[in-house]
């Protein structure tokens, strides 16, 4: 809904995979709003591990490098089945690399598996923004009484055997953030025992206003 409301106030640029620019124009019917803006929305193709220039202006080093990163995952289910079979799965979730004047930002909102990829980009960031949406794998349906896993839904949770926390541990020298938090997730209290684990694990929690310089 960002990109409908975004685009009465600016020119708009969109960066997606071939694949995601394709569902989002042909499968969603509210996003042919976007036909009609004017100037008409500039889509850019973001081809999986192909470093991309955002910004142009500037001197070249400066400026801003982001690559797209295959993370797994599936394309959304308002996707028609034959259409999520045409497509390659590997453009359904991505994560990005932002890279400017040899700093490293790694931005994966949505992570549905840990990989040795996901594992070395983290390692290699000044900071990574990561995937927080839930505890644990059976967060929802504890707290609703049913529903899907956090696995279901393309969210790798934060604790448990081949959760998170584990996954990465001590895979980054950076500062690491969590993000996308869902309001069930216990983290948020500040005095319950998983906020302690995920502090304790070296990772921060994100919150309004934060702001970062590399």
């Given at each position: ?59 070249t ?28 799965k ?18 994966a ?29 059976t967060?929802l349906?504890?707290v ?71």
């Amino acid at each position: 809904m960002g990109l409908l409301h975004l685009r009465e106030f600016q020119p708009l640029r969109i960066y997606a995979t071939a694949s995601v620019g394709r569902v989002v124009r042909e499968e969603n019917t509210v996003f042919r709003v976007l036909e009609r803006s004017s100037p008409p929305v500039d889509w850019e193709t973001l081809r999986l591990g192909s470093p991309v220039p955002v910004l142009s202006e500037g001197a070249t080093r400066d400026r801003l490098i982001c690559t797209a990163i295959p993370v797994g995952g599936k394309f959304p289910e308002y996707a028609g089945a034959d259409r999520r079979q045409e497509l390659p799965k590997e453009e359904a979730v991505i994560a990005l690399e932002l890279v400017q004047n040899d700093k490293r930002l790694f931005y994966a909102p949505t992570l549905p598996a840990s990989s040795n990829e996901v594992k070395c980009r983290v390692a290699q960031s000044d900071l990574t923004l990561l995937d927080g949406t839930f505890w644990s794998d059976t967060e929802l349906i504890e707290v609703r009484g049913g529903g899907k896993t956090a696995r279901q839904m393309g969210h790798l949770p934060l604790s448990s055997p081949g959760g998170t926390l584990r996954e990465l541990r001590g895979s980054a020298s950076g500062e690491r953030v969590l993000i996308h938090i869902n309001n069930t997730n216990p983290i948020l209290d500040e005095d319950s025992a998983a906020h302690r684990a995920v502090r304790e694990a070296g990772w921060q929690i994100a919150h309004d206003g934060m702001e970062f310089e590399l």
